[in-house]
């Protein structure tokens, strides 16, 4: 076969071996194929390598060998495995058994297979810690898919047994995996094909390896390791595990995954910040610029906030210990729900503990099979999941267009209950919904409104009240928010009507199902709520600071918008958005790439958000960064 290429990977930590792969692939498969090797080893689940070795050469000449016949022997203790495979290699004419397996004492940790002679139970390799490699290797179907194929242990282990029996004088295989966990193992001859055992091992036991097994003269050792080390083979007709749920380890088909994610540069890590939120913070031990905080009014360290958050744990405890309608109801609860409700001039309001089960628990408690939900196409993913946790027919409309909202909801007429819903500002974009003609048509078509205003409260209106503030129209039905974002501390809540708040208390699965949020918490954001409603100067100040970015950014050729406090700048690319931001950090500027699934693929961005307490002086530093940073080299 011409034009192929054959890729090995070896991934190592602190020296010891963490993952190794092959391939023979198409020449114009080998780039994506290498990264995706690397990938590979860059999350595999013995840890992160500090070393990958990626080789990439011709494979010279490929032999054509087809897949030993494979049968599979159910066995249910690591005796009766032994045991048979015993039985099979004496049929094989290999005596002289359980000394063969108490080699096994000797493989593990080897690299390579051990060459026994099985006759005179002599090793026969050179360098007996690394041992004989079978190695230029593949599945001929995989190798014709490129990097369509996935990892597969099974399959590899077949190519392999059916490479090595093709070496001279091989005259058979054991094969026992070093993964505790994973208890199944193989014996190989020519006559008796793979021969896959289930239980060769007992669970938990480490050891493990394989021995190549031997006969026939000495001088002819050199030219068989060479074909196991060098001789490239293509094997055809590797069948397919019919039942891989029970006998593949359980933990590959994530390991596949998070190579996929890998690959495809979506791999997430959480970073540490060694020191409170604010408009700077501490990153392995040198101060960055955060731009991308949602703790818009800087209130998460205020002293005034963080007091009453120790006050109320030294009164109240730290946790609350039960849910709201049991035992985790306290007088902060109360005090916060009523707040909120007057901050928002609703009739009432219910706390939940997070906005993500309050968006959740609103959509699950409302709809059901029979009623239908429309939802803006870029809404939170908390109200994707409360639409689907729901049972209720979802029913997407273009973002922010409402004459399509409108359509949907006169073609819905026959459902029991209609729930328009849409984030109020939009999380990744910090574009507006349009609050008076959202709720013009949700009246005019009988549906209930419903607007999550967590990047809304604090930051838009003139006093931070949100969206019916801003626009200067009524409140939707429902009003959801956070107290994670501007209100400095964490949970969620719903504000509405008294009737609305009754129902959820009676029928929202989150809310009656979880503990209540703690007191600390809960005072924290009711500290915070009396800060926006006292010291409206940080919601003017934080717009100022919006429009400043936005013009030194246009200064450095970088058009955005937004109509909040986050500045979405479009890199498109995923790979791109997160080698920009890593050097906006290397820089000292923590702007986080936003990648699918947050935002469609394709439209990656650094995801700015701004906060009251940034300085001119820093927001031009970043303006300037920015520019360095994105411009074409
Ligand atoms: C629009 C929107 N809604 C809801 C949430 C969830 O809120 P929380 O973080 O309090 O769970 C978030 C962000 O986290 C959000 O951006």
Same mark, same amino acid.
């Given at each position: 076969m011409k034009g192929l290429f054959s890729i090995k990977m070896r991934a190592s930590r602190a020296g010891t071996h963490v993952s190794g792969a092959e391939r023979i692939v198409p020449a114009a498969e080998a780039a994506q194929t290498a990264a995706r090797l690397v990938a590979r080893a860059l999350c595999h689940a013995k840890g992160t390598p500090d070393f990958i070795n990626v080789k990439i050469e011709d494979p010279g000449d490929i032999l054509n060998i087809p897949a030993l016949p494979v049968e599979t022997i159910v066995t249910r203790t690591a005796a009766e495995g032994r045991a048979r495979a015993a039985e099979l290699l004496a049929q094989a004419g290999i005596e002289r058994i359980d000394e063969i397996m108490a080699r096994f004492g000797e493989t593990h940790g080897m690299r390579g297979a051990m060459l026994l002679d099985v006759d005179t139970l002599e090793r026969l390799e050179p360098d007996r810690t690394r *041992?004989? @490699?079978?190695? @230029?290797?593949?599945?001929a179907d995989s190798a014709a898919k490129g990097i369509a194929a996935k990892k597969n242990h099974y399959a590899e282990a077949i190519v392999?047994?059916?490479?090595?029996?093709?070496?001279?004088?091989?005259?058979g295989e054991i094969c026992i995996s070093d993964d505790p966990d994973y208890v199944t193992g193989y014996v190989a001859t020519r006559a008796l094909g793979y021969r896959r055992i289930t239980v060769i091992k007992d669970k938990?036991?480490?050891?493990? !390896? @394989? &021995?190549?097994?031997?006969? !026939?003269p000495r001088e002819q050792v050199p030219e068989t390791i060479r074909f196991l080390e060098q001789q490239s083979v293509l094997v055809t007709?590797?069948?397919s595990l019919e039942t891989p749920h029970a006998s593949a380890n359980r933990f590959d088909t994530l390991t596949e995954e998070l190579e996929d994610i890998a690959a495809a540069g979506l791999a997430r890590n959480c970073r540490t910040l060694d020191s409170a939120t604010g408009p700077t913070a501490v990153m392995d031990g040198r101060e960055v610029v955060v731009l991308s905080s949602n703790d818009y009014l800087d209130l998460a360290r205020d002293s005034r906030v963080t007091a009453a958050a120790a006050e109320a744990a030294r009164t109240w405890g730290t946790g609350s210990g039960g849910a709201r309608l049991t035992t985790g109801t306290q007088p902060p609860h109360i005090a916060l729900e009523r707040h909120l409700?007057?901050?928002l001039r609703t009739e009432a309001a219910l706390a939940y503990a997070t906005g993500y089960m309050a968006n959740v628990g609103v959509l699950s408690a409302l709809?059901?099979? *029979?009623?239908? &939900?429309?939802?803006?196409?870029?809404?939170h993913a908390s109200i994707i999941d409360g639409c689907r946790l729901s049972g209720a027919r979802a029913i997407v409309y273009r973002h922010g267009d409402l004459d399509d909202l409108d359509r949907h909801l006169a073609a819905c007429r026959s459902y029991r209950r209609r729930i328009a819903v849409s984030d109020g500002v939009f999380s990744m974009d910090g574009d507006l919904l349009d609050l008076p003609r959202f709720l013009e048509i949700c009246r005019r078509h009988n549906a209930f409104s419903m607007v999550d205003e967590a990047h809304a409260l604090g930051v838009v209106g003139a006093? !931070?009240?949100?969206?019916?503030?801003?626009?200067?129209?009524?409140?939707?039905? &429902?009003?959801?928010?956070?107290?994670?974002?501007?209100? *400095?501390?964490e949970g969620g809540f719903v504000c509405g009507a008294q009737t609305l708040i009754d129902y959820l208390r009676n029928r929202s699965r989150p809310f009656i199902f979880s503990t209540a949020p703690g007191a600390p918490a809960v005072a924290a954001a009711d500290a915070a709520l009396s800060i926006l409603e006292a010291e409206r100067e940080r919601v003017a100040q934080l717009r100022k600071n919006v429009e400043f970015f936005i013009a030194v950014l246009a200064e450095q050729g970088i058009a955005v918008q937004t109509q909040s406090a &986050?500045?979405?700048i479009r890199v498109d690319d995923e790979r791109r958005a997160v080698a920009a931001a890593d050097e906006l950090l290397r820089r000292g500027f923590l702007i986080p790439a936003i990648r699918y699934p947050t935002v469609a693929r394709g439209a990656a961005r650094l995801r700015v958000a701004l906060m009251s307490a940034h300085t001119p002086e820093t927001l031009r530093q970043a303006a300037t960064t920015l520019d360095a940073v994105l411009r074409p080299s």
């Open positions: *041992g004989v @490699r079978a190695t @230029r290797m593949d599945d392999l047994a059916s490479k090595v029996q093709q070496a001279p004088g091989i005259v938990g036991d480490p050891n493990g !390896g @394989r &021995i190549f097994l031997y006969r !026939g007709n590797v069948p409700a007057a901050f709809a059901g099979p *029979g009623d239908v &939900i429309l939802s803006d196409a870029l809404n006093t !931070g009240r949100g969206l019916a503030e801003h626009f200067d129209c009524p409140h939707p039905d &429902i009003t959801v928010g956070t107290l994670s974002k501007a209100l *400095g501390s &986050i500045i979405p």
